[in-house]
Nanobody, 119 residues
């Protein structure tokens, strides 16, 4: 069983920065694709960014050039550096781990961390 624990959310003014962290338990972190998703009130959960085990990254168009996803396999941790934050970035941010092991797919979610961008 994998547990994902997010941290780093909070209240920030427009134009500010935050760094989210997600620490994973277990031994499959290094072979997994890690992602950050967000869900605003009344909206569906959407992909923000993900990073593969090989380090390939992908971003939603709305965050390209402002957010950076990275991972530290030695610490079983994935990060999301968020710069130039906008009010529309306000949402609950969730960490996600996905991997395939012995032909079986695994997917885990963290509990979420709230990011509020407001003056």
């Amino acid at each position: 069983q994998v547990q994902l624990v997010e941290s780093g959310g909070g209240l920030v003014q427009p134009g500010g920065s935050l760094r989210l962290s997600c620490a994973a338990s277990g031994s499959i972190f290094s072979i997994s694709t890690m992602g950050w998703y967000r869900q605003a009130p009344g909206k569906q959960r959407e992909l923000v960014a993900h990073i593969t085990s090989g380090g390939t990254t992908n971003y939603a168009d709305s965050v390209k050039g402002r957010f950076t996803i990275s991972r530290d396999n030695a610490k079983n941790t994935v990060y999301l550096q968020m710069n130039s934050l906008k009010p529309e970035d306000t949402a609950n941010y969730y960490c996600n781990l996905e991997t395939t092991l012995l032909a079986r797919e695994y997917k885990y979610w963290g509990q979420g961390t709230q990011v509020t961008v407001s003056s």
